[in-house]
């Protein structure tokens, strides 16, 4: 069909006239459709030979196709993600780390969005995402959860605060601010409560939000102080001053999966490339300073 004679066919393939016509005839055979018409020594295919060419060469261009993406696959340069973030590592770190991730993997396609960690672990539990991550652990029979880093929060501050040039906050210089609390849903409230109840400093938030970014927002707008993650906090630098804070207030990112999902090579690839960037964007500095000395 490709080289339109049997001599052009048998150079095509490199084989004998002969057996371009025994191939042929066995063809026919095997199918019980007549492929070519014989006249005066030239073979002319039929309209069904037409309609069995045009099949096979979508199916070879979809081996061809197949055969590529198996290389991307296998390379991990191809595939589909759906990730689910908490909005502080939604905000700044997560895009930072898929733009990087992204030109690593160039037929990534990403499904990405952001929403509190109890409806991650709903999502992940009917299987509508493959990573989670959460600011705190949910126990779901349905899922995995796993924590993989953990480092300081940290105390942001108006630039115009007397504190705002401190080397580190404690909890005894918050006493008679006005504080700016996260809500009690947010994984590092009752640590920060407790860091206060344990330095004898009562507080009273005069604020409160459940976003660590409207925390930092109505810090930047002179409102008080708050201690927050410092994945909120890098995205204010320029507005905030951001200091470490003492005693050590963990910020946890915890990944949670379905228990019946399988990993792909590239969902590996992600979870243990994202851990690394988070190691070296975030040291864990303060953590020595966990029992408040």
Known sequence: MEAGTVVGAANLLNISQPSVSTHIANLEHALKIQLFIRQGGRVIPTAEAHLLHEEAGHIVRGMARLRRLAADIQQLEAGRLVIGAYPALSSIVLPRFISG???????????????????????AASKQLDIGLMTMPVIDPATTCDLIFETASVCVVPFDHPLATAAVIDAC???????????????????????????????????????????????????????????????????????????????????????????????????REFRDYLEKAFPKEGKSDKAGN
């Open 101 to 123: 991730f992204a030109r690593q993997h160039p037929k990534l396609h990403l499904t990405f969005m952001s929403e509190a960690s109890l409806h991650i672990a709903e999502l």
């Open 173 to 271: 210089d918050l006493r008679d601010e006005a504080f700016i609390a996260l809500g009690r849903e947010d994984g590092s409230r009752q640590a920060v409560d407790r860091s206060f109840e344990d330095a004898g400093v009562q507080v009273e938030p005069r604020f409160e939000t459940h976003l660590s970014d409207s925390a930092c927002a109505l810090v930047a707008e002179g409102l008080g102080l708050s201690i927050v993650d410092p994945f909120a906090a890098e995205r204010w630098r320029d507005k905030i001053a951001v200091i470490p804070f003492k005693p050590y207030v963990a910020c946890s990112v915890y990944l949670t999966r379905n228990r019946t999902h399988i990993s792909s090579l590239l969902q590996e690839s992600f979870e």
